[in-house]
């Protein structure tokens, strides 16, 4: 249960993009090279060996620029190459530092939001019609963790660490870090939540694994502000986070999967293709006409059109855009269909906004 918008890691998002944005200046003397999952070396190759034979049975587009850099994964925070044989052994102290200030940040997050109270357990269940906020709180613990998980990962990597341990490290610290939110939402009027809790720590875990498996450039997720309608009726009282102008998206990217798949996607290649989840009027609607929202949308990729422009992935500013375009949802990019769970309607084409309950 969240009283802000973004607020369940924000004070940990906000301390390690810092951290992500010095590191990246400051220490990229650290030369990329391969993932350590292989997926990236395998593709490499097959890209290498089609050059040199003509670019015989890989489309032309795939072929396009060099090697490495149609790999399909940029060198973004979270999504870090392994580091140069050579290079300087791991920067342990500012490991720690950025960990801590991850931490801390958490910690300032939910300690400073309100009054103390008696610590306290709540049972706000996940996605039910009659929870805080319709699940939106929940997918919003979800994507956020998965967010810190990625950017810390880039983080530890810039600063010396093998990808296999940053990664390891990213998702842990992120997972730990929502921990210590809910043991300060315990003392205050929300209560430490476990459903959160395992939210956070799916989040994490999911990048982990698609990092992993070398599959970030075929799947990913994002969040996003959709506009508000101009009236949301009914006040019912409440108190905690409108939802309604955000939105959660798991994002399929047709660039990756024409790679995988082989095949030439054309100007295709700039669209992913959205599942989301989201919910309007929760929780301060007359509960008559609030919503749970899953979504079927295709929208635009910027990561892909980066690539294409040609905006450099291997210094910090170009990373730090890489990062962002791949975990924020753009508004006004993005058409397709909803359907109200709670009333069993469909609405669209829409860009995320519809509301036709709230609007008097």
């Known amino acids: 249960m969240r009283d802000r918008v973004a607020r369940p890691a924000r004070g940990a998002l906000v301390v390690c993009f810092v951290a992500a944005t010095a590191s990246a200046e400051s220490f990229t003397e650290l030369r990329a090279a391969a993932h350590g999952d292989g997926f990236e070396e395998s593709f490499a190759s ?16 795939a072929l396009a620029g ?7 994964v940029a060198s973004v925070p979270g999504e870090e190459p392994e580091a140069a044989t050579g290079a300087k052994p791991p920067k342990k102290f500012w490991i720690g530092a950025v960990s801590v200030a991850t931490l801390a940040g958490s910690a300032y997050n939910s300690f400073s939001d309100g ?6 357990f709540t049972n706000e269940g996940f996605f039910g019609q009659h929870t805080y906020a319709g699940g939106a709180d929940k997918a919003s613990h979800f994507v956020s963790y998965y967010m810190v998980a990625k950017l810390l990962t880039g983080v530890y990597s810039e600063l010396g660490m093998p990808i296999d341990q940053a990664r ?8 730990f870090a929502g921990f210590v939110t809910e043991l300060g939402d315990g003392r205050g009027r929300y209560g430490f939540s476990y459903e959160d809790l395992t939210m956070d720590a799916l989040g994490a875990a999911t990048y982990l694994a698609i990092a992993h498996f070398g599959v970030g450039d075929l799947v990913g997720f994002s969040a996003g502000l959709v506009p508000r309608p101009p009236v949301v009726c009914c006040p019912y009282g409440g108190f905690g986070t409108d939802y309604t ?37 929760y929780p301060f609607a007359n509960p008559d006409v609030r919503e749970r929202q899953i979504g079927a949308f295709i929208g635009v990729n910027f990561v ?14 170009g990373k730090i855009l ?11 990019t993005q058409i397709g269909y909803q359907y109200d769970i709670n009333h069993g309607k469909w609405h669209g084409p829409t860009i995320g906004d519809a509301f036709p309950r709230g609007s008097p």
């Open 304 to 317: 892909e059109i980066l690539h294409a422009a040609g905006v450099p992935d291997k210094i910090w500013w």
């Open 245 to 281: 102008q955000l939105i959660y998206s798991g994002d399929l990217k047709i660039a990756g999967l024409a790679q995988r798949a082989h095949f030439d996607p054309g100007p295709a290649r700039f669209l992913l293709f959205s599942l989301t989840y989201g919910s309007k009027g």
């Open 115 to 120: 009054p103390n109270q008696k610590f306290h």
């Open 168 to 175: 390891l490290l990213g998702a842990g610290v992120s997972t």
């Open 66 to 72: 060099s090697t490495l850099e149609r790999v399909g």
């Open 46 to 61: 097959v890209v290498a060996a089609a050059e040199l034979s003509g670019g015989e049975g890989m489309p032309a587009w």
């Open 322 to 332: 890489y990062f962002l375009f791949d975990v924020i949802r753009i508004p006004y």
